[in-house]
């Protein structure tokens, strides 16, 4: 009882969305420019075809704990927001999750007792596949503690150690690299450290503040079946999703590598790391925009998952837009830097994947007033439909001539990706539309309007640069002053045409109000 009354106080005392937005924000500015130094050594240590293996591998297993996941992570949390001082809630979900991890353990042994894992994992070391295991167990594991501290409302302090996490991340993989020790083997540690470093810290945290699940961490059977029941109720239309999503997951990876070997599959990761940059802004705000659609839809409030689908979703979905236009218009300079020459041919798939993380933003947000409502089996046929239609595709855009594809490669399985991310989130964001009341073809032309001028000003950009003979073969140089005329040029049009943003003029007057956007305590 006395940790369920802490509990509450510390809800009352929570931070503004405002504040916890700022310092998500601000520990992904910071892990952006870590990552940006991370992203640009370990692709040089490893080469393509290294790089591509690990990737491969933890790619597949992180398919295999989606699968388990089934959309129980996406519940957990929502009803975590809702009820926050309920300790057994997060212990039933982390023996879950633990139970999870076992599964994977024994699914591996169990590939390798029966003969079959050259057949999963082609051209890979068993060592490697058991490594990418535990990568993937802790990768879900530190989410799963990360979304407990987001529905607590503790995300400043989270993201304020996270800091500290990335930049000793970045000192570690950079004495890794000067002392020529980047390895498969290394890598993988590599990460181990610093995912376990992040968990502890989180357990701490939360502990700290009062929220003492470890306290309650024995459950009786009575109390196990409500919780079975309850998740199931809210997930089981998920598990065909699930199913048809890990078979199209794995495929997608499995299929490249079979066909096209493991130096394409180095140019699709780097590919999907450098788009994966783009989606910096909405990643920050997807935990905390699901929680306040959580907290709305628990007092049946859908005027305000509307007021924060309109204020909140076009500002991200231009903002990533923003960065990945200038990504695909400058792709050869941005390749260069971050994966050097041997990764020269992934340029064309570095373009296409630009794109991608665009239409994730609207896939994540818009997903998260699917889970929010309890519209799971909407969802869940939506996810089912393209998962479907994307199977023959892919196969069609990476199988060699001879088998009547394409042989596109890493190219091949981009294009398929951005097409199927973009055909998915509109027909997901139409039916949001209809729930909230709102028109789906206002959002439909903002897209594609946005994308236009974006890439109409990066190109621009660019060739103003290219005008300058002081540049000439300074690319780093070069590049920098571009994102410098770049970022001018934008903040200009966002403050003359705030609607490319999706914004108005009243918007933009508090923004550009201090004192009206001064961080609060």
């Known amino acids: 009882m006395e940790n369920l009354i802490k509990g509450k106080d510390s809800i009352k005392n929570e931070d503004s969305l405002k504040k916890r937005y700022f310092y998500k924000l ?21 080469g393509p075809a290294a790089y591509g293996n690990f990737n491969f591998l933890t790619n597949f297993f992180n398919q295999i704990l989606s699968f388990f996941d089934s959309g129980t992570s ?4 929502t009803k975590l927001s809702k009820r926050q001082g309920e300790f057994k809630l997060t212990s039933f979900y982390l023996y879950f999750v633990n139970l999870v991890a076992l599964l994977v353990i024994g ?3 169990i590939t390798r007792i029966t003969g079959v894992y050259p057949r999963l994992y082609p051209d890979q070391s068993l060592l490697y596949v058991y490594l990418a295991a ?11 503690i990360n979304m407990i501290a987001d529905a607590y409302a503790l995300t400043v302090s989270v993201e304020l150690f996270k800091m500290f996490q990335k930049v ?23 990460n181990y450290f610093i995912l376990l470093l992040l968990l502890i810290a989180c357990l701490g ?7 003492s699940f470890l306290l309650n961490f024995k459950l009786k059977l009575a109390e196990i079946k409500k919780y079975i029941a309850e998740f199931y109720k809210y997930s089981h239309p998920l598990f065909i999703y699930s199913i048809i999503g890990l078979i199209a997951g794995i495929f997608d990876r499995w299929l490249l590598q079979i066909f096209a070997g493991s130096s394409q599959q180095g140019f699709y990761s780097l590919s999907y790391q450098i788009g994966a940059a783009c989606f910096l802004f909405s990643s920050a705000m997807a935990p905390l925009i699901t929680r306040e659609f959580s907290i709305a839809e628990g007092n049946s409030d859908r005027h305000s998952i509307a007021v924060l689908f309109r204020k909140h979703i076009p ?16 792709v050869n300079k941005v390749t260069l830097i971050m994966g050097g020459n041997n990764f020269k041919e992934a340029s064309l798939a570095v373009a296409i994947m630009a794109f991608y993380p665009i239409h994730q933003t609207y896939g994540q947000l818009s997903s998260s007033v699917f889970f929010a409502t309890d519209q799971t089996r909407l969802y869940r046929n939506i996810g089912i439909i393209f998962m479907l239609i994307s199977l023959p595709v892919t196969y069609f855009l990476i199988a060699p001539n001879k088998l009547y594809g394409l042989n596109a490669g890493s190219v091949g399985l981009a294009i398929k990706m951005v097409l199927m991310q973009f055909l998915a989130t509109n027909t997901q964001l139409y039916f949001n539309a209809k729930l909230l009341k709102l028109s789906f073809w206002r959002y439909f032309g903002h897209q594609i309007i946005s994308i236009s001028v974006f890439i109409i000003i990066a190109v621009f950009s660019s060739m103003l640069i290219g005008r300058i003979a002081i540049f000439d073969k300074k690319i780093l140089a ?18 003359n045409a705030p609607v490319i943003f999706g914004l108005n003029r009243q918007d933009v007057s508090r923004f550009f109000d201090l004192k009206t956007y001064r961080i609060k305590g």
């Open 168 to 190: 000793a991340g970045l000192v570690v993989i950079l004495i890794l690299y000067f002392q020529g020790q980047i390895n498969l083997t290394n890598i993988f540690f590599y």
């Open 74 to 77: 996406g519940a957990f949390y």
């Open 205 to 211: 945290i939360i502990n700290r503040h009062g929220y």
């Open 478 to 495: 070069s590049l920098f002053c571009n994102i410098v005329i770049y970022i001018l040029f934008i903040v200009s049009l966002g403050y």
């Open 26 to 46: 601000s520990a992904n500015f910071l892990g952006l420019a870590t990552n940006v130094v991370i992203q640009a050594v370990i692709p040089r240590g490893l």
């Open 107 to 109: 699914f591996v042994i």
């Open 134 to 144: 535990i990568f993937a167990i802790l990768t879900w594991e530190t989410q799963v």
């Open 315 to 330: 500002l991200l979905y231009s903002i990533t837009a923003c960065i990945a236009c200038f990504i695909a218009v400058n």
